[in-house]
């Protein structure tokens, strides 16, 4: 018996599905008589292995009209991103070159530049660095934001953005009556006051002016009391969330599994660029933007009312000890280099190293009520600049004794002030808009919408994750994250390792590991939700008061995670690792990806193969360097590519550099896995429905294709449409309804470029 993996494939093709083998393709040919050799065997086989499924499968998908179309309103509404132009069998010469293209997707040209290729070791870092600075401003904004459709084919939204519009659903969503929850209703008058741009207006500064009197005063724009240092301090970060010197977030260790989190101290967001010189490993304000920074300074105090003539003193202060701050500051890859990330020390020794800080007393009150003591252990991300930091305080505190001045102050207030601007009125945003344009900052303004969104989520995290599971997670979501999972399993555990030791310790790892959909481990039912929100009173005009009580909120949360270790996934796309367990966020499931009511083909083709190319990249750093295949895998994908669109003039374009060499291997891995979980649900569920006249794998191939051209953000990491892909899988297998192969190009890959391994399939 033949073990080629190729015959094996062909057991699974009836012969009248072999395209076109009258036509003069040796390949073809040669395909064609082994086939019929093997089908003798498969004969023999087939009740052993269990292919009756496979069969029906092909048998159902060669007949369209067995799958019913599927006619929900997310159905309809999906349909309009497909037409036969993102069906890859429509063009197959087109296809590999330009498939993306075709049908008009935009995203063709702004492909978006992913941080970090995640091997990495400070992904983690770097999402907590984007929370906590609230960096989700600076996500992408797709041309159809607005739902915009001119006629051209509909592109699908990036993640990031579906799952806002699934939050602004939900949070415009009519008031269903007493049933809905005290909690609910809160999140969406929160909204309310948010969207709503004149209260604001009418108020002007006078809220903030307010609020620094509470706080003692300034002594720029009036009176202040000389409050302590620490105690001013204190409060920014316990009930304004605000970090002016240092940051203080909650995570876990990144070199330890279990599931403890950990107070962890950072380098704060400065406003202004930073160069790093890697000659002399310091960095510097750049010079360049220093003058629009002072501009906007005199701005914000103009918008204050404090006296023009005041603007050079202060501004020219608070530059120079925000400069002078952020000399230690480096980039994670020179911490990473450096060892200075997760560095674990204890409160104690802390206050030793940086003693302008009353370390405890200011922990104490950011996570009040929990218990924190001097032997606790923190994680400090960058000590060098924590001691920099306190003796720069403790320096500008005797300048200040000697000038009269009071720059410390000054410097705490203008946080103060970035933090509270979205609540401000529309000239505090504008100015802080006009100076990041100044800075190069070439990102669209994010719709108000949209800003408001993530407002709401930061302080109704909790209530916003177990809405979006409510209403789009449901039993179908499990099913999905258990047939990937498997089926990557059953991938993985196919690998040959370079050693055994190391295989050992990986697939272990792998089979310990457990998907579940992160509310599973916090999920708090209404009751629980309605307590957590209970001391929340909104304003019905007054978004400012409201704003404030979000960052209470927002405090509040930062605690749980700390003592429970859950953080409820709000706004997160992306798996994660926590302990044991991996986290797949409910986030992941809206539409247009996901829809309890799509085809699975869809499903699977579109969600599953993105979850699948993300939990490859969250394992990858581990497989790529010990296993064989992906390497020898990628090359046979490439080599096929080559060999497919070789010209004259492309020749001896051979090598691929490692890093798209390893994006190859994952996308191509990540469409066998979804495929092969396709499969496995079928086995389950041998029934089907369709779309836009599309059904089973030849739907999956589709959405496959949809899904990679529109909303992959590893493309810019191929080395040509990941659409490609289905021509590799399809050339090789007898599931796809037809092979793609183009006519007018003589192709002569090799029959055994199989480019697969052999227990998928
Ligand atoms: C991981 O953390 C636990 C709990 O804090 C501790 O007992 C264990 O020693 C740590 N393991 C390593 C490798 O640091
Ligand atoms: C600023 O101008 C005001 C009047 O416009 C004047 O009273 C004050 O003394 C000036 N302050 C300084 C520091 O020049
Ligand atoms: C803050 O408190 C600590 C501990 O009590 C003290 O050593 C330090 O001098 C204070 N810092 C300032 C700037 O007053
Ligand atoms: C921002 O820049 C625009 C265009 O340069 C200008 O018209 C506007 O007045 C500026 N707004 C503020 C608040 O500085
Ligand atoms: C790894 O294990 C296999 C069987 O378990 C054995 O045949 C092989 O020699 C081992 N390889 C190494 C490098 O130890
Ligand atoms: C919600 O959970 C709490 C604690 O787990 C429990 O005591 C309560 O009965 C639950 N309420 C409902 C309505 O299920
Ligand atoms: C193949 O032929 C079609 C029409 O016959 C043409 O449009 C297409 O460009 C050709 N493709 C290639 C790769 O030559």
């Known amino acids: 018996m033949d073990e080629n993996p190729a015959v094996h494939q062909e057991m699974f093709t009836t012969p009248e599905e072999q395209p076109r083998s009258d036509e003069p393709n040796p390949v073809d040919c040669n395909k064609y008589r082994r086939c019929l050799l093997v089908l003798f065997a498969f004969s023999l086989f087939a009740t052993t292995l269990g292919l009756g499924i496979y069969s029906h499968l092909q048998k159902e998908s060669q007949l369209k009209s067995a799958a019913p179309p599927c006619l929900s309103p997310a159905c ?98 009519p008031e269903e009556g007493v049933s809905m929850s005290a909690a609910e209703q809160k999140a969406k008058k929160f909204f309310k006051t948010c969207m709503d741009a004149e209260s604001p207006e009418k108020v002007r500064s006078e809220p903030f002016l307010t609020l620094l009197q509470q706080l003692g005063g300034w002594a720029v724009s009036g009176e202040w009391n000389q409050k302590d240092f620490n105690t001013t301090l204190t409060l920014l970060m316990s009930q304004y969330s605000t970090f002016p010197f240092f940051s203080v977030y909650v995570g876990p260790d990144s070199e330890n599994t279990s599931n403890q989190h950990y107070i962890q101290i950072d380098e704060p967001h400065f406003q202004f660029p930073i160069d790093w010189n890697s000659k002399t490993h310091k960095s510097k304000a750049s010079t360049r933007y220093l003058r629009p920074f002072y501009l906007s300074c005199g701005q914000y105090l103009a918008l204050l009312g404090v006296p023009s003539n005041k603007t050079t003193q202060h501004c020219g202060l608070y530059i120079s000890l925000s400069t002078t701050l952020a000399v230690a500051t480096s980039p994670l890859h020179y911490r990473l280099s450096q060892k200075l990330l997760y560095h674990r020390i204890t409160i104690q020794a802390l206050q030793t190293v940086a003693p302008a800080i009353d370390w405890l007393a200011c922990l ?28 720069t305080i403790r320096q500008w505190r005797v300048k200040q004794e000697i000038m009269g001045t009071i720059p410390l102050h000054t410097y705490m207030i203008f946080s103060l002030l970035q933090t509270l601007i979205p609540a401000l009125d529309s000239r505090f945003f504008q100015t802080m808009r006009n100076y990041s344009i100044a800075t190069g900052d070439t990102q669209e303004e994010m719709p108000r919408w949209w800003r408001c969104v993530q407002q709401t989520e930061r302080g109704f995290d909790a209530l916003l994750s177990h809405a979006i599971r409510e209403r789009h997670a449901q039993k ?130 579109t969600l599953g193969s993105l979850m699948a190319k993300d939990l490859l990249h969250l394992l990858l750093p581990d497989i790529y360097t010990q296993a064989n295949n992906p390497v020898s895998e990628s090359m046979c994908v490439w080599s096929h590519y080559l060999s497919v669109t070789k010209d004259p003039g492309q020749a001896g374009t051979f090598s691929l550099p490692p890093s798209k060499q390893q994006e190859v291997w994952v996308q191509y891995s990540a469409l066998q896995v979804a495929l092969d979980a396709y499969k496995m649900s079928f086995t389950r569920h041998p029934t089907d429905s369709s779309l836009s006249g599309l059904s089973y794998i030849h739907l999956f191939l589709s959405s496959f294709t949809k899904v990679t051209c529109d909303a992959d953000p590893y493309r810019e990491f191929m080395p040509f449409e990941p659409s490609f892909l289905v021509t590799v899988l399809c050339s090789n297998s007898g599931f796809c309804p037809k092979l793609l192969t183009c006519l007018n190009k003589s192709q002569s890959y090799p029959h055994e470029m199989l480019c697969q391994s052999r227990t998928l399939h």
């Not at 293209?101 to 070791?121: C, I, M, P, W």
């Not at 104490?364 to 306190?390: E, G, K």
């Not at 999905?480 to 310790?505: A, E, G």
């Open 76 to 173: 309809l509404k999906a349909s309009e991103h497909f037409s036969v132009a993102m069906d890859p069998f429509s063009h197959p010469c087109d296809y590999f070159l330009f498939a993306c293209g075709a049908g008009g997707s935009s995203t063709n040209k702004e492909r978006q530049r992913v941080k970090g290729s995640s091997n990495e070791d400070n992904g983690e870092l770097d999402k907590k660095r984007q929370v906590r600075t609230g960096g989700l401003v600076r996500m992408r904004r797709e041309a159809d934001v607005q739902g915009k459709s001119d006629g051209r084919l509909n592109t699908f939204p990036d993640r990031q953005t579906a799952l806002l519009k699934a939050i602004k659903e939900i949070l415009e969503s």
């Open 364 to 391: 104490q009150a950011i996570f009040q009520p929990l218990p924190i003591s001097q032997s606790d252990i923190v994680l400090v991300h960058n000590l060098p600049y924590i001691v920099h930091m306190s003796e």
């Open 476 to 605: 179908e979501a499990e099913e999905l994250i258990h047939d990937v999972y498997s089926s990557l399993k059953k991938k993985l555990t196919d690998l040959s390792w370079r050693d055994n030791k190391s295989s050992d310790f990986i697939l272990k790892r792998i089979k310990s590991l457990n998907p579940r959909l992160s509310t599973k481990t916090n999920d708090l039912n209404h009751t629980e939700l309605n307590h957590l929100y209970a001391e929340v009173v909104l304003e019905e005009e007054d978004f400012f008061s409201n704003y404030l009580q979000m960052l209470v909120l927002e405090q509040k949360s930062r605690c749980r995670l700390l003592s429970h270790g859950t953080r409820a996934e709000g706004l997160s796309i992306t798996p994660s690792i926590s302990g044991n367990d991996i986290i797949i966020p409910v986030g992941m499931f809206v539409l247009p990806f996901f829809h309890s009511s799509y085809p699975r083909a869809l499903n699977y083709g």
